[in-house]
């Protein structure tokens, strides 16, 4: 069975930071590109970054740049996101999702990823 177990999600600070996880099992983890997402209230799921299987590719939306930084363990079957100088606009519930794109893509398209986790709630205050 496929499972994507996204946690460390809480209540911070504005400025202060946070460090998800996304544990993956029940398939070839190295062969997926993963990305985190988030959905804020009355907002469409958008893709937050994304990490590719092979040569850690990575890309970031411009909002984060800087502040938010994917990191992938395969022997771990895990991948972190480390968030810093936390802003009340990235409140929201983060989902991890894995997509069996190409070795070196960075897919960025919600309609590309094949197995979700089931969120995390993150709160920034300001």
């Known amino acids: 069975e496929v499972q994507l177990q996204a946690s460390g999600g809480g209540l911070v600070q504005a400025g202060g930071s946070l460090r998800l996880s996304c544990a993956a099992s029940?398939?070839?983890?190295?062969?997926?590109?993963i990305g985190w997402f988030r959905q804020a209230p009355g907002k469409e799921r958008e893709v937050v970054t994304c990490i590719s299987s092979r040569d850690d590719n990575t890309w970031y939306r411009n909002s984060v740049k800087g502040r938010f930084t994917i990191s992938r363990d395969n022997a771990k079957n895990t991948v972190f996101l480390l968030m810093n100088s936390l802003k009340p606009e990235d409140t929201a519930v983060y989902y991890c999702a894995a997509d069996n794109a190409a070795y070196y893509a960075t897919p960025r398209r919600k309609d590309n990823y094949d197995y979700w986790g089931q969120g995390t709630q993150v709160t920034v205050s300001s």
């Open positions: 029940g398939f070839i983890f190295d062969d997926w590109a």
